[in-house]
């Protein structure tokens, strides 16, 4: 199904894909691609997948454009394919994930992962999470292999239910022999519908930690420490959510300290505030100030 300009000649790559369209909370995957597109060296798109006929094309609609002498042109929806090197050779998948047709398109992928001699493969991602903005990011992994799940640590182990085609591929990968895992980042739900630079810088750390690429941290670490401060800044206008979210990390905070007896644990609302509900109010002061750190 893919169509490759060119076939680079790679050694033990690993893959990292994000396919668009299910749960990613704080645009954590998306922003993990890109933050590998802008560090790697010898960054090039050597192919891609037209999904004109595989996706639902009024719900991810093609772009118009125009070119230097004003004629329209149409850019249709696509999985493309990266490759270049960030301590290690690194092929980035990144796209819509299809509307149909899953096991053929996650089929495809592994043949690319062969073609390119991809092996290690993890899709990253990010989570609504019950944590703050105050606190580092976790990352829960799962993986296609016992041996290989504990090897990672810290699993997401605790879900079953409906799914995106980020795990649909993960798990063709495992039963086609490539290791293969997925990172989730957690991130804070009354924030999870803006982009979240520190869950970004915490993916990134756990794919420098367990599959070796080298990135730079300087720029993302600008980048959370204002993002932070803009969440803060919203939440200033919002006393009553402010209050919320301390007394999250009140109860957090207990239990680190390994505190659980309900009587010890101040009551939290039985619904904590969602990324839509507190739009007006916070992520107006997210949306466009994320970069201000740069």
């Known amino acids: 199904m893919f169509t490759l300009r060119r076939t680079p000649s790679l050694s033990d790559a690993l893959m990292v894909y ?6 990613d909370a704080g645009l954590a995957g998306e922003g993990t691609l890109e933050a590998l597109l802008q560090q790697m060296d010898d960054v090039e798109q050597i192919g891609s997948l037209d999904l ?4 639902d094309l009024q719900q991810v609609r093609p772009h118009v454009n125009l070119d230097e002498g004003g004629v329209r042109f149409v850019t249709w929806p696509e999985i493309e394919v990266w490759t270049g090197r960030l301590g290690r050779d690194v092929v980035v998948v990144r796209g819509p994930e299809p509307s149909i047709r899953w096991p053929s398109v996650a089929q495809a992928i592994v043949d690319l992962a062969n073609q390119l001699r991809v092996g290690e493969a993890v899709g990253v991602s990010g989570m609504p999470a019950f944590t703050t903005h105050r606190r580092p990011v976790p990352v829960q992994a799962s993986a296609a292999t016992r041996s290989f799940a504990q090897e990672l640590g810290d699993l997401r182990d605790d879900y079953d239910g409906p799914t995106g085609f980020n795990t649909v591929v993960q798990h063709t990968l495992g039963v086609a022999g490539i290791r293969s895992a997925a990172l989730w980042a957690q991130v804070p739900q009354y924030v999870s519908g803006s982009a979240c630079p520190p869950a970004v810088r915490a993916l990134l750390t756990r794919l420098e930690q367990s ?19 803009k969440v803060e ?3 200033a206008e919002r006393p009553d959510v402010r209050s919320i979210v301390d007394q999250l990390d009140r109860q957090l905070d207990r239990q680190l300290e390994g505190l659980v007896d309900t009587d010890a644990v101040e009551p939290l609302p039985e619904d904590l505030p969602s990324g839509d509900e507190l739009a007006d109010e916070i992520e107006q002061f997210l949306r ?7």
Not at 52 to 55: A, R, V
Not at 288 to 294: E, H, L, P
């Open 233 to 235: 800044e919203g939440l």
């Open 18 to 23: 994000s396919l668009r369209g299910w749960v």
């Open 211 to 229: 599959f070796r690429v080298a990135p730079e941290f300087a720029q993302l670490d600008r980048r959370s420490a204002a993002y932070r401060d």
């Open 288 to 294: 466009g100030n994320t970069d201000s750190g740069d």
């Open 52 to 55: 004109t006929d595989l996706l």
